[in-house]
């Protein structure tokens, strides 16, 4: 049982415009939601992250909507540009002084091509 | 110098054979982890490691043997694996704090 789902495997958009990257979760317990990317070869790096009291946190281009009510989240990358071609993943956890394991649930991941 | 570094990058073995995958932080984080991504699935947690204390361990199979002598370093030694553990074995470090893992780039692992 999928617990963090990213249903589009992959994403197409053109250089300038805004990609938005979609993320649904199934256990309301997350309190703590994270993207990371992934560049073929290398290990995911963390991206930005939201808190459970927050709906929304900005950083430059990117920023990250967080829906509790309908337990979806997304992130939004404008202006695109060539380089944030990705595969790009949600991720969500439930804190430790929530009876949770900080442990780290993600989903399969959205391919991301940014074209020129 | 990267924070997490793993080695090898690439592994071919058989089936019958022992090997080891090494992680090394120097982020001066207390927790560890080993992360498995296959093909078209999710990432998978398999182990995590809190001051050198096994914490997490997820339900994996125990030809995967961890170990982690200190807080900078982190074994995975792998015995009669099969074909269908083939897969990126990610290793990643935190603070002690939910969340920002800071990723190795990880050992292609290939089983024949």
């Known amino acids: 049982d999928q617990q963090v789902k990213q249903n589009s495997p992959s994403l197409s958009v053109q250089e300038g415009r805004i990609s938005i990257l979609n993320c649904d979760y199934t256990?309301?317990?997350?309190?703590?939601f994270l993207w990371y990317k992934k560049y073929p070869a290398e290990g995911p790096t963390f991206l930005i992250s939201?808190?459970?009291?927050?709906d929304k946190n900005e950083d430059g281009r990117f920023t990250v909507f967080l829906n509790k009510s309908a337990k979806h989240l997304s992130l939004h990358i404008v202006p695109s540009q060539p380089g944030d071609s990705a595969v790009y993943f949600c991720?969500?956890?439930?804190?430790?002084?929530?009876?949770?394991?900080?442990?780290?649930?993600f989903g399969k991941g959205t391919k991301l091509t940014v074209n020129p | 110098e990267t924070g997490v570094t793993q080695t090898p990058r690439h592994l071919v073995m058989g089936m019958t054979n022992k090997k080891s995958l090494k992680c090394e932080q120097h982020?001066?984080?207390?927790?560890m982890y080993w992360y498995k991504q296959s093909a078209k699935k999710p990432l998978e947690l398999m182990f995590v490691?809190?001051?050198?204390?096994?914490?997490e361990n997820n339900s994996v199979p125990s030809r995967f043997s961890p170990e982690c002598p200190n807080s900078s370093h982190l074994f995975l030694h792998l015995h009669t694996l099969q074909p269908e553990d083939s897969a990126l074995y990610l290793c990643?470090?935190?603070?002690?704090?939910?969340?920002?893992?800071?990723f190795g780039e990880g050992s292609r692992l290939t089983v024949l």
């Open positions: 490691y809190n001051f050198k204390e096994q914490t």
């Open positions: 991720a969500a956890s439930r804190s430790l002084w929530q009876g949770g394991s900080e442990k780290l649930v």
């Open positions: 990643a470090s935190s603070h002690n704090r939910a969340g920002e893992l800071f």
């Open positions: 256990n309301s317990m997350f309190d703590y």
């Open positions: 982020l001066g984080h207390n927790a």
């Open positions: 939201i808190s459970s009291i927050k």
